[in-house]
C-alpha cells in the first residue's frame, strides 16, 4: 500500500499545473503516469535523438515554463503506472507495469487529470487496417521524429487537422489533402471573434501558412463518406457540399472529429474520503491552456474540500478558453445538415470490439419500447469490448438518440458506468495486490 | 381463488421473475401491463452469475424447485425460445482442503441420493478432463446436466416473445385495495393501474411496497468478467466451483451466513471470456466493487486455474440480490388478497428459478395448478410481519 496526501494522476498540463499548485501550498503530492515520459499527449517528447515537434513558440513557451516549475517542487513522479480508479474502499488502484503489480494508493485527494480522447465518427470501411486517427498519427510523429510514410489523407474536423498535415509537410510527407467537414471561411464573423484571442490565432496561422505554402489541398465542406481496399492500399470516397463525389487512393487514413473527456468509467467513491476532483481535458475538453487553468483550479479545490469548504468553480481563465473552443466548434461546424449517423449503410461498424454494425443497433431501437443505454449493451454488446467503449459509447448513444427521438437521449456513460478497472489489467497483477492485505489476515 | 383465467395482470418488476410471469401469463392469454421502477433487468438479474445449477443444493424443496428449474430451461432451449442463450454444461465442484473434500463427499452423496448424475473425478481423472485445473484440486466432483444463461439475455427474450412493452422509470406506489379481498391494480406516480390480477415481483423494492422490510434483506455480490480468451475456454468443459463456496453459502450450515463471503465460481462464456464471482455480502452498495474482495476472488481463481493469471480483467460489477431471513424464496398469494401474488427473494438462485416461477405463478393466477410446489415458499409464513393486510 502506497500512502500519499495528494495523488495526482496524470503528468500532461493539468496533472502537472495540479501538482505544482498543490506543492506549493505545502502538501506532499505523488503524480502517476503511465509513460516514461512527463507532458501528456500535447507535449509528448521525443525520444533521444529524435528532433523536437514541429510547434509555435508560444506552445514551446509554455511547455518550457511547467517543466521548469515543476522540476522545482521535487515532485515524485512514478512512472509506467496506469490508472484503473478509485475503488468502494477509496483506495486509489494503479498498475505498475513495470513490477506487473497492482499498488493501491491510499490518498486523502486524488486530482484525476487523465486527458481527452479523439473522437472519431463511424463511416463505411473507418475499421479497416490503415485507418487510425489523427491524433495517433501525431503522437507517433512526436516520438520518433518522422513523418507516417506513403499517401497519407487527413480527414475528420477542426483545427488538429491543420497542425499535424504542417508537422508532416516539415518532416518532408505532406498529407494528400486534408478534408474538412466545415468551413471555416463561410463564417468571417466568427472567424473576427478569434481576434479577442491572439495566442490562438496565432497557433492556427503558424500551421496554416505551411499548408498554403506547400499547397496542401484543404477540402472544406466535404466529408469521407467511405473507405474501400484498393488495388494498393485504401479507395476514400469524398462527397462535397454540391453533392460532387470523388474517389482518393492513398495508403493510409487519418480520421478526426474533434475531442471529448477521457472520463470514461471514472467513479467517485462513496463516502467523503478521499477527496475527488477531476482537472483539464477530463473534466472539459477545452484543449492546453485551459488545462492549465483547469489544474490550478483542481488543486485549489482539493486545498478547500480537505478543509471541508466547497469546491472552485469555473475561474475566468477557462470561462476564456471556453469562449474561444465555442468558436472555434462554430467555425468548424459540419457544413452538410444530414444527419451525422443515421443515414449510414446498415453494414457500418459501429463498435469495433465486437464487431456491431449499425444495422444491429437499428434492429434493437426499433421495438415499440425505448430501451435504455444500459439494455442496449447488454442486448447489442455496444461497449461491451476491450476497449471499454471508449470508441463507440458516444456514438452509439448519438445514433440512438437520432434513430428515437421520442424517448430521453441517452449519454456514453449510460452505456459504460462506472466501474473499475478502467483499462484491462491482466489478473496476475491484480492477485500480486491482494498477496499484501492476505498476510494481514 | 379465481374461478376463471384473469384477462388482465399489472406485474410489478421486469428483472427475471416479472419478465417470465408476463411471458407464462400471455400464454394463457391475459394481457399484461408490466412496470418497472427502473429498466428491464436493471438490478439483480442483470448482475447475477448466471448459474442454471443444482450443484450446490441440499435435499429440500430448493432443490426440487431448481431442479425443476434446470429442467425447464432445457426444454425452453430444445423447443427454440432459449436454444442460442441457454449453455448446457456441467459443473465441477472443487475441493482443496481436507475440510472441504469431507465436505464434498458428503455433498455429492447428497447429490447422487436425490437423483441428480455425480461422478467423483480423482487426480488422474481430473488431469484429462479439466486439463485447466491446478494440482491443488484434491477431489472434483463432476455435475452433469447443468448450465448457464445470462439473466438479462433471458429477460430479453421473454419480453420480445410475448410482445410485451415495459412501461420504464414506472416505480409502484402501493397496491390499490378493491372490493373485499380482492386487489383492483396499483397505483403509481403517473396514476392507477387496474387489473384483474397484481403481482409483484419487485426484488427488493418489493420489501417497502409490501411492508416486508423485516423479511427481505439485500446481499450483495461482486462478480467479474474477463476478456475473450478462447483457447482456454475451449478447454474447460465446464464451470468451476470452489468446494469452499458450499461452506460461504452456508447451504450446509443452515443458513448461517457471515457478514462477507467469499465463494469461488469461474464460468466459461459462449463469448469466450470467464464470469467470475463472487461475494456475498449483508452490506454495502451495489454501485462499487472494491480491491480487496477482487483481489481475493482473483487470487483463489488463479489458485485453481493458474493460466487465468495472464488473462486480463476487462470489468467489475455489483448487483443485490433478494435474500429471505429464512433462506427460502416467498412466492403464492399475498395474504389478504385472492388475486395478487408476490415472487422474489431467490437470493442467488433467481435466474434458475425464475423461468420455472414464473410459469408456476402463472398457473396460480390462473386458477391451474403450478408444475412445482410452492408450499414451502408461500408468503403466509410471515402473515404475522405485516404482508399486507
Not at chain 2, 321 to 339: F, H, K, Q, S, W
Request: net charge neutral; glycine share 12%.
Amino acid at each position: 500500500m502506497i500512502e500519499a496526501q495528494v495523488l495526482v494522476i496524470g503528468a500532461g498540463p493539468a496533472g502537472l499545473a495540479a501538482a505544482i499548485e498543490a506543492s506549493r501550498a505545502g502538501l506532499a503530492v505523488t503524480v502517476v503516469e503511465q509513460r516514461e515520459t512527463i507532458g501528456g499527449a500535447i507535449y509528448r517528447q521525443a525520444v533521444l535523438g529524435a528532433p523536437a515537434t514541429y510547434q509555435p513558440p508560444a506552445v514551446r513557451a509554455r511547455w518550457r515554463r511547467l517543466v521548469h516549475d515543476f522540476a522545482g517542487c521535487g515532485i515524485t513522479v512514478r512512472h509506467g503506472s496506469v490508472f484503473l480508479g478509485i475503488d468502494g474502499d477509496g483506495l486509489a488502484i494503479v498498475e505498475n507495469r513495470g513490477t506487473g503489480h497492482v499498488e493501491p494508493v491510499a490518498a486523502k485527494a486524488v486530482i484525476i487529470a487523465v486527458g481527452a480522447i479523439e473522437k472519431v465518427l463511424p463511416r463505411p470501411g473507418w475499421n479497416k487496417a490503415g485507418v487510425s486517427t489523427v491524433g495517433g498519427l501525431q503522437i507517433m510523429m512526436k516520438e520518433t521524429g518522422r513523418a507516417p510514410e506513403g499517401r497519407i489523407l487527413l480527414a475528420g474536423s477542426g483545427p488538429l487537422l491543420i497542425a499535424v498535415a504542417a508537422q508532416m509537410a516539415r518532416l518532408g510527407n505532406a498529407p494528400v489533402a486534408v478534408v474538412e467537414a466545415g468551413d471555416p471561411f463561410r463564417h468571417p464573423l466568427t472567424g473576427g471573434g478569434l481576434l479577442a484571442y491572439p495566442t490562438l490565432l496565432a497557433e492556427a496561422l503558424f500551421y496554416l501558412k505551411d499548408v498554403w505554402l506547400r499547397g496542401i489541398p484543404w477540402l472544406r465542406a466535404t466529408t469521407v463518406a467511405g473507405i474501400e481496399a484498393g488495388a494498393d492500399g485504401l479507395v476514400a470516397t469524398l462527397h462535397d457540399y454540391t453533392g460532387t463525389e470523388r474517389r482518393v487512393a492513398v495508403d493510409r487514413i487519418g480520421l478526426h472529429d474533434g475531442i471529448r473527456p477521457n472520463d470514461f468509467g471514472l467513479s467517485t467513491p462513496p463516502g467523503t474520503s478521499p477527496v475527488v476532483v477531476t482537472a483539464g481535458d477530463c473534466r472539459e475538453a477545452l484543449g492546453a491552456v485551459a488545462a492549465e487553468a483547469d489544474g490550478r483550479r483542481a488543486a485549489l479545490s482539493v486545498i478547500r474540500l480537505l478543509q471541508q469548504r466547497e469546491e472552485v468553480g469555473t475561474t475566468a481563465a477557462l470561462r476564456r478558453e471556453r469562449n474561444a473552443q465555442g468558436l472555434l466548434s462554430e467555425l468548424f461546424a459540419p457544413v452538410s445538415a444530414r444527419p451525422l449517423l443515421s443515414g449510414l449503410t446498415d453494414d457500418t461498424v459501429l463498435c469495433r470490439c465486437e464487431n456491431r454494425t449499425v444495422g444491429d443497433l437499428k434492429a434493437l431501437c426499433g421495438k415499440e419500447d425505448p430501451l435504455s443505454g444500459r439494455e442496449v449493451k447488454h442486448n447489442g454488446r455496444f461497449a461491451m469490448g476491450a476497449c471499454q467503449g471508449r470508441f463507440c459509447a458516444e456514438n452509439t448513444a448519438r445514433l440512438m438518440a437520432e434513430l428515437r427521438q421520442d424517448a430521453p437521449a441517452p449519454s456514453a456513460v449510460d452505456l459504460t458506468g462506472r466501474r473499475w478497472p478502467i483499462r484491462p489489467v491482466p489478473i496476475g497483477a491484480l492477485v500480486c495486490a491482494s498477496d499484501d492485505t492476505s498476510k494481514q489476515e | 381463488m379465481p374461478v376463471s383465467t384473469p384477462a388482465t395482470a399489472v406485474i410489478v418488476g421486469s428483472g427475471i421473475v416479472g419478465a417470465a410471469t408476463a411471458y407464462f401469463l400471455t400464454q394463457h392469454g391475459v394481457k399484461v401491463t408490466l412496470l418497472d421502477a427502473v429498466a428491464p433487468a436493471a438490478e439483480a438479474t442483470g448482475a447475477a452469475d448466471g448459474a442454471v445449477s443444482v450443484a450446490s443444493k441440499r435435499p429440500g424443496p430448493m432443490m426440487t424447485a431448481a431442479l425443476s428449474g434446470v429442467a425447464l430451461y432445457r426444454e425452453l432451449a430444445a423447443t427454440g425460445l432459449f436454444s442460442d442463450i441457454f449453455k448446457s454444461r456441467s459443473t465441477f465442484i472443487v475441493a482443496a482442503s481436507n475440510e472441504e473434500c469431507e465436505v464434498l463427499h458428503a455433498h455429492a452423496a447428497a447429490l447422487a441420493g436425490a437423483g441428480v448424475r455425480v461422478e467423483l473425478l480423482a487426480a488422474a481423472d481430473v488431469r484429462q478432463r479439466f486439463s485447466a485445473l491446478s494440482t491443488q484440486a484434491r477431489l472434483v466432483v463432476e455435475v452433469h446436466d447443468e448450465g448457464h444463461a445470462i439473466g438479462y439475455q433471458i429477460v430479453h427474450r421473454f419480453l420480445t416473445a410475448a410482445g410485451v412493452t415495459v412501461r420504464r422509470a414506472s416505480p409502484v406506489r402501493s397496491i390499490l385495495t378493491g372490493d373485499g379481498r380482492c386487489a383492483a391494480g396499483v397505483v403509481t406516480q403517473d396514476g392507477e393501474i387496474r387489473a384483474d390480477i397484481v403481482i409483484v415481483a419487485a426484488g427488493n423494492g418489493s420489501a417497502e411496497l409490501l411492508r416486508l422490510e423485516n423479511v427481505l434483506t439485500p446481499r450483495k455480490g461482486q462478480l467479474l468478467v474477463t476478456e475473450r480468451a478462447p483457447a482456454l475456454n475451449a478447454s474447460m468443459p465446464g464451470s468451476i466451483m470452489s468446494g469452499r463456496y458450499l461452506l460461504s453459502k452456508g447451504s450446509q450450515k443452515g443458513g448461517v451466513t457471515v457478514p462477507r463471503g467469499l465463494g469461488l465460481v469461474i464460468d466459461p462464456l459462449r463469448t469466450g471470456q470467464f464470469l467470475i464471482g463472487g461475494t456475498r455480502e449483508d452490506h454495502g452498495s451495489r454501485q462499487t466493487n472494491d480491491l480487496d474482495a477482487v483481489g481475493r476472488i482473483l487470487r483463489h481463481a488463479v489458485a485453481l486455474v493458474p493460466k487465468l493469471a495472464s488473462v486480463r480483467l476487462l470489468r467489475s460489477f455489483a448487483g443485490l440480490r433478494t435474500a429471505v431471513v429464512d433462506g427460502l424464496p416467498l412466492v403464492g398469494r399475498i395474504p389478504g388478497y385472492e388475486n395478487a401474488f408476490v415472487a422474489t427473494g431467490f437470493e442467488g438462485d433467481g435466474i434458475c428459478l425464475g423461468p420455472v416461477v414464473g410459469r408456476a405463478l402463472a398457473s396460480l393466477a390462473c386458477g391451474a395448478e403450478p408444475a412445482i410446489d410452492l408450499r414451502p415458499f408461500a408468503p403466509s409464513r410471515f402473515a404475522d410481519h405485516g404482508v399486507v393486510a
